[in-house]
T-cell receptor, first 115, second 113 residues
Framework: EAGVTQSPTHLIKTRGQQATLRCSPISGHTSVYWYQQALGLGLQFLLWYDEGEERNRGNFPPRFSGRQFPNYSSELNVNALELEDSALYLC??????????????FGQGTRLTVV | AQKVTQAQTEISVVEKEDVTLDCVYETRDTTYYLFWYKQPPSGELVFLIRRNSFDEQNEISGRYSWNFQKSTSSFNFTITASQVVDSAVYFCALRAGYSTLTFGKGTMLLVSP
């Protein structure tokens, strides 16, 4: 069974540009989570989608946005890129996450570098 | 609000030593779930264990064991007879109520031959 897949693996963008990151969850999983892992800052929660709806959002500016498609795959968009957006962006999926008793499985991440 | 503290930033051991990674959590919810993940250099987080707040039984899986103590709000992780392949960053995480995972800042474990 395929795990969580993210694309691209690496992405280099110029400051001010937009970046689009993609995530395909494990088959049967309806929840998708996005995390940012910047150097020295640990894992910071970005967004949570479930059944196509945004369920929760972390403390990030509006230029971080995303969506979940009918097939439960997800896209993270970062507009007006800044140098400090350089980080590893991790996507995770789980079964419906309302109760919390389900583990989340992570993809290999997208390394975004803003120059 | 939830919080997870991993006070150990980095631990270095020699192969075959036992090592314990500490995790202290904070939550006001009575029902919650605790997790440990391993992040090797490749970057992908690997799920290790989930424990719910009503089950304080310790768990052992091969060389890995977990000690959950609600009285001290701790969920510590012990690796017995460490190996070089155990070198990674280990994250403790908490999930309570209708929320997402809250991670600690991670502990980097370096196992040298």
């Amino acid at each position: 069974e395929a795990g969580v897949t993210q694309s691209p693996t690496h992405l280099i963008k110029t400051r001010g540009q937009q970046a689009t990151l993609r995530c395909s969850p494990i088959s049967g999983h309806t929840s998708v989570y996005w995390y940012q892992q910047a150097l020295g800052l640990g894992l910071q929660f970005l967004l949570w989608y479930d059944e196509g709806e945004e369920r929760n959002r972390g403390n990030f500016p509006p230029r971080f946005s995303g969506r979940q498609f009918p097939n439960y795959s997800s896209e993270l968009n970062v507009n007006a890129l800044e140098l400090e957006d350089s980080a590893l962006y991790l996507c995770a999926s789980s079964l419906r996450g309302q109760v919390g008793n389900t583990e989340a499985f992570f993809g290999q991440g997208t390394r975004l570098t803003v120059v | 609000a939830q919080k997870v503290t991993q006070a150990q930033t980095e631990i270095s051991v020699v192969e075959k030593e036992d090592v314990t990674l500490d995790c202290v959590y904070e939550t006001r919810d009575t029902t919650y779930y605790l997790f440990w993940y391993k992040q090797p250099p490749s970057g992908e987080l690997v799920f290790l264990i989930r424990r719910n707040s009503f089950d304080e039984q310790n768990e052992i899986s091969g060389r890995y064991s977990w000690n959950f103590q609600k009285s001290t709000s701790s969920f510590n992780f012990t690796i017995t007879a460490s190996q070089v392949v155990d070198s990674a960053v280990y994250f403790c995480a908490l999930r309570a109520g209708y929320s997402t995972l809250t991670f600690g800042k991670g502990t980097m474990l370096l196992v040298s031959p």
